[in-house]
Nanobody
């Protein structure tokens, strides 16, 4: 069974940085897409960033482009999300997700089959 475990969340002041990690286990990911999505209180879950294991193609939501960077460590089966210049509106629970079939860094949530429990990111003003 696939397991995704997020870490790295916390409380940070506006303008600060955090680095999230997602450790994947239970299967080998080769040409699959991995993504980060977030859900703020009272809001729908939204796409943040995605990457394909092989080749490293990436995709970003417009609201985070230029501030966040998604990367992967194939040897450790881990995906990272480096978040810089954080804003209070980035406050949310951040989830890691993996697709069984998509070889494109799709922003569509229905393409993702495995989900982590999430890690809280709080940005104070």
């Amino acid at each position: 069974q696939v397991q995704l475990v997020e870490s790295g969340g916390g409380l940070v002041q506006a303008g600060g940085s955090l680095r999230l990690s997602c450790a994947a286990s239970g299967r080998t990911f080769s040409n699959n897409a991995m993504s980060w999505l977030r859900q703020a209180p009272g809001k729908e879950r939204e796409f943040v960033a995605a990457i394909v294991w092989s080749g490293g193609s990436t995709n970003y939501a417009g609201s985070v482009k230029g501030r966040f960077t998604i990367s992967r460590d194939n040897a450790k089966n881990t995906v990272h999300l480096q978040m810089n210049s954080l804003k209070p509106e980035d406050t949310a629970v951040y989830h890691c997700a993996a697709s069984r079939y998509s070889a494109y860094p799709t922003p569509y949530q229905t393409a993702y089959d495995y989900w982590g429990q999430g890690t809280q990111v709080t940005v104070s003003s």
